[in-house]
């Protein structure tokens, strides 16, 4: 049962995938491709797939490149987002080329008539617009040294150009307001929540390489999803962009947001354990990275010794407490036999496989 109340949000439809109104977080990436060379796009794209994202955003730099979209869009299966920056007209290109929604800057888009005739081709073509506000861009938030002031502007930038949108009948409205730094994009987050009540899209933006970045992007998001905001996320990496939906499905399933996927559960180790249970877990998680298109949640548990491991891998769809050279092996919190160690990454990947034919 989740512990917190979402909040609930206008609902728009991306290519198919419903957002806001209660839907489940999706999950987002960006490719970090060339969009020139639509084949190397659209192969990262179904790596991506592969791994469950449900929304992909691609960078349009030119109008090369936004003359790709529908080459791309006829070889992916997941709705594709058009990230612009100051060139409207590659806008109206990916309009033309069938993109699925824009994702436009404020801050360096262009003028307000320039947003205004984005607006109406993407209303005739029934697109959704993410207004997207990043620190990065709008000088007036390096005015200020105090983060709270800073997320002020950031809303204020944010909510200016949403009322732009609505005076032209636009509704069909997604959000972000992201910053580097984590105080500076909640509370934006907060005061633009207080006032509208479009989808947000979460991020930290520049969150860093694999290791902290999944770390920074954790906590912030973390704090926003835990007080109800969000309706997709992206967990931004300097990385593999699969490795972005592998942290945001982690994310979401401890936070009881999404259950679907498999969730390892091990313990920290100590001098108890008899077993080596690190590279255990590690091969473990090699293998079940291998195993596709799990949609029922499974809870994996490997504990080292007999202290709390019994009890946790009880608690598991399928678990094993370790011994001295031989582990307990469960099942649906019964005792299903004994098997040695290092048999215990195979004994359990050809359980899930069985789970997964079911």
């Given at each position: 049962?989740k512990?917190f109340?979402r909040?609930?949000?206008?609902k728009?439809?991306?290519?198919g995938?419903?957002?806001?109104?209660?839907?489940?977080?999706?999950?987002?990436?960006?490719?970090?491709?060339?969009?020139?060379?639509?084949?190397a796009t659209?192969?990262?794209?179904?790596n991506?797939?592969?791994?469950?994202?449900?929304?992909i955003?691609?960078?349009?730099?030119?109008?090369?490149?936004?003359?790709?979209?529908?080459?791309?869009k006829?070889?992916?299966?997941?709705p594709?987002?058009?990230?612009?920056?100051?060139?409207?007209?590659?806008?109206?290109?990916?309009?033309?080329?069938?993109v699925?929604?824009?994702?436009?800057n404020?801050?360096?888009?262009?003028?307000?008539?320039?947003?205004?005739?984005?607006?109406?081709?993407?209303?005739?073509?029934r697109?959704p617009?993410?207004?997207?506000?990043?620190?990065?861009s709008?000088?007036?938030?390096h005015n200020?040294d105090?983060?709270?002031?800073?997320?002020?502007e950031?809303?204020?930038?944010?909510i200016?150009?949403?009322?732009?949108?609505?005076?032209?009948?636009?509704?069909?409205?997604?959000?972000?307001?992201?910053?580097?730094?984590?105080a500076?994009?909640?509370?934006?987050?907060?005061?633009?929540a207080?006032?509208?009540?479009y989808?947000?899209?979460?991020?930290?933006?520049e969150?860093?390489?694999?290791?902290?970045?999944t770390?920074?992007s954790?906590?912030?998001?973390?704090?926003?999803?835990?007080?109800?905001?969000?309706?997709?996320?992206?967990?931004?990496?300097?990385?593999?962009?699969?490795?972005?939906?592998?942290?945001?499905?982690?994310?979401?399933?401890?936070?009881e947001?999404?259950?679907?996927?498999i969730?390892?559960?091990?313990c920290?180790?100590?001098?108890?354990c008899?077993?080596?249970?690190?590279?255990?877990?590690s091969?473990?998680?090699?293998?079940?990275?291998?195993?596709?298109?799990?949609?029922?949640?499974?809870k994996?548990?490997?504990?080292?010794?007999?202290?709390?491991?019994?009890?946790?891998?009880?608690d598991?769809?399928f678990?094993?407490?370790?011994?001295?050279?031989i582990?307990?092996?469960f099942?649906?919190?019964?005792?299903?036999?004994?098997?040695?160690?290092?048999?215990?990454?195979?004994?359990l990947v050809?359980m899930?496989?069985?789970?997964?034919?079911k």
């Amino acid at each position: 049962m989740k512990y917190f109340k979402r909040t609930q949000t206008r609902k728009i439809n991306i290519g198919g995938v419903v957002i806001g109104g209660g839907a489940p977080v999706a999950v987002q990436s960006m490719t970090n491709t060339d969009t020139r060379d639509w084949r190397a796009t659209v192969k990262q794209i179904k790596n991506l797939e592969d791994a469950g994202c449900e929304i992909i955003r691609v960078s349009l730099p030119d109008m090369e490149s936004a003359q790709n979209v529908s080459k791309i869009k006829k070889n992916i299966k997941i709705p594709l987002v058009a990230d612009i920056h100051f060139d409207y007209r590659i806008a109206l290109e990916a309009i033309k080329q069938g993109v699925d929604k824009l994702r436009i800057n404020p801050g360096n888009i262009g003028s307000k008539d320039k947003v205004e005739t984005l607006v109406k081709e993407a209303k005739a073509a029934r697109i959704p617009i993410r207004i997207g506000v990043n620190a990065g861009s709008l000088k007036s938030v390096h005015n200020f040294d105090d983060n709270l002031s800073r997320a002020k502007e950031l809303a204020k930038s944010a909510i200016e150009h949403v009322r732009i949108l609505e005076k032209l009948s636009f509704y069909d409205i997604a959000v972000s307001l992201k910053a580097s730094n984590i105080a500076t994009t909640v509370e934006a987050y907060k005061i633009f929540a207080s006032k509208r009540n479009y989808p947000l899209h979460l991020g930290i933006t520049e969150a860093g390489s694999l290791f902290s970045g999944t770390i920074k992007s954790s906590a912030g998001l973390g704090i926003m999803l835990y007080d109800g905001m969000g309706d997709t996320v992206r967990v931004s990496l300097t990385a593999d962009p699969v490795e972005e939906v592998k942290a945001a499905y982690s994310l979401l399933r401890a936070l009881e947001l999404r259950k679907s996927g498999i969730e390892i559960i091990s313990c920290p180790t100590c001098s108890r354990c008899e077993v080596d249970l690190i590279k255990i877990v590690s091969d473990m998680e090699k293998e079940t990275a291998k195993i596709k298109n799990i949609k029922k949640p499974v809870k994996v548990a490997l504990m080292g010794c007999v202290v709390n491991g019994p009890g946790e891998a009880k608690d598991a769809d399928f678990g094993i407490a370790g011994g001295k050279n031989i582990g307990i092996l469960f099942k649906n919190g019964e005792i299903a036999g004994k098997v040695k160690p290092e048999k215990w990454v195979k004994t359990l990947v050809s359980m899930l496989k069985d789970f997964q034919k079911k």
